[in-house]
């Protein structure tokens, strides 16, 4: 178990388990917030070990999104000139920068939802791959209700989520989606009574995903995010080079041979990544 200001993350069985743990500030994202997370996310993608990261939170709230008070302190939004105004552009580009990662980790992301997810919560959910929501939980595009646009990728990615005009009504009014219309529309794959149901069900998806040959399920997330982004004919293309790349003979006799003997397959990781400028 590894301990941190915002988080605490434990890696068991191939599972990644990340944890938003400040439950008396409602696990809101200041600063320390970004960091830590950008470390984490940077490291698991790094070494491959996990199959896949489950998220989750401490508290009665998954997350209230953006700490406000960071903008009067240790973050400056200059408005008063055209040189401040463009600054903010370069400082909103490394805030995406790290929910992206989540998008492009080299496993998938499940995230277990309860209370408010609001704000930049919505931006950090709708990066991750699957969602699993409590009764009690409920999404809101809060930054339309102070004022602003939502800017780090939450009218990027939830669009192709949920209905368009689903959509722009929580984008331009700010209101709360509950749970149970969260399911309908999509957003989330399942609703449980509970937090703790919600967080078991995201545990046993994940323990699901590990099973699988770990470089299989690497292909089959850059297969359905290149779908997401591109034509039927240009992914269509982009499949055949994609498993032409990772094709593995053994991986498909191991898995039928494991599915038959009732036992769980055995599966290389995925091989850990060097930075060129961290040789030599």
Same mark, same amino acid.
């Given at each position: 178990?590894?301990?941190?200001? #915002?988080?605490?993350?434990?890696?068991?069985?191939?599972?990644?388990?990340?944890?938003?743990?400040?439950?008396?500030?409602?696990?809101?994202?200041?600063?320390?917030?970004?960091?830590?997370?950008?470390?984490?996310?940077?490291? $698991?993608?790094?070494?491959?070990?996990?199959?896949?990261?489950?998220?989750?939170?401490?508290?009665?709230?998954?997350?209230?999104?953006?700490?406000?008070?960071?903008?009067?302190?240790?973050?400056?939004?200059?408005?008063?000139?055209?040189?401040?105004?463009?600054?903010?552009?370069?400082?909103?580009?490394?805030?995406?920068?790290?929910?992206?990662?989540?998008?492009?980790?080299?496993?998938?992301?499940?995230?277990?939802?309860?209370?408010?997810?609001?704000?930049?919560?919505?931006?950090?959910?709708?990066?991750? #791959?699957?969602?699993?929501?409590?009764?009690?939980?409920?999404?809101?595009?809060?930054?339309?209700?102070?004022?602003?646009?939502?800017?780090?990728?939450?009218?990027?990615? $939830?669009?192709?989520?949920?209905?368009?005009?689903?959509?722009?009504?929580?984008?331009?009014?700010?209101?709360?989606?509950?749970?149970?219309?969260?399911?309908?529309?999509? %957003?989330?794959?399942?609703?449980?009574?509970?937090?703790?149901?919600?967080?078991?069900?995201? $545990?046993? #998806?994940?323990?699901?995903?590990?099973?699988?040959?770990?470089?299989?399920?690497? +292909?089959?997330?850059?297969?359905?995010?290149?779908?997401?982004?591109?034509?039927?004919?240009?992914?269509?293309?982009?499949?055949?080079?994609?498993? +032409?790349?990772?094709?593995?003979?053994?991986?498909?006799?191991?898995?039928?041979?494991?599915?038959?003997?009732?036992?769980?397959?055995?599966?290389?990781? $995925?091989?850990? %990544?060097?930075?060129?400028?961290?040789?030599?």
């Amino acid at each position: 178990m590894t301990t941190l200001t #915002c988080f605490s993350l434990a890696e068991t069985d191939h599972i990644a388990h990340l944890v938003l743990n400040r439950p008396e500030r409602l696990n809101t994202m200041d600063p320390t917030f970004w960091r830590e997370l950008d470390g984490v996310l940077a490291a $698991l993608h790094q070494a491959g070990t996990a199959r896949v990261l489950v998220i989750s939170s401490m508290g009665k709230h998954f997350s209230a999104g953006m700490a406000l008070e960071t903008f009067a302190g240790a973050v400056q939004m200059d408005d008063q000139s055209p040189e401040g105004r463009a600054a903010i552009s370069d400082l909103l580009a490394g805030m995406q920068a790290t929910f992206t990662r989540l998008d492009d980790l080299r496993m998938p992301v499940v995230v277990a939802i309860q209370g408010g997810c609001i704000g930049g919560a919505v931006d950090m959910v709708t990066a991750s #791959c699957l969602r699993y929501a409590s009764a009690d939980a409920f999404f809101c595009v809060q930054e339309i209700n102070i004022g602003m646009v939502a800017d780090v990728g939450t009218l990027q990615r $939830l669009p192709k989520l949920v209905p368009f005009a689903v959509a722009k009504e929580m984008a331009y009014t700010g209101r709360r989606l509950p749970a149970n219309q969260a399911l309908a529309y999509g %957003l989330v794959n399942a609703v449980l009574d509970t937090p703790e149901a919600a967080l078991a069900a995201a $545990l046993a #998806c994940a323990r699901e995903i590990a099973s699988k040959p770990p470089v299989a399920i690497w +292909g089959t997330k850059q297969a359905l995010h290149y779908a997401r982004d591109h034509s039927v004919a240009d992914s269509l293309q982009q499949m055949g080079w994609l498993q +032409g790349t990772i094709w593995s003979n053994d991986h498909v006799r191991e898995s039928i041979t494991a599915m038959q003997a009732k036992r769980a397959g055995q599966f290389p990781p $995925l091989s850990t %990544l060097q930075a060129f400028t961290d040789l030599g």
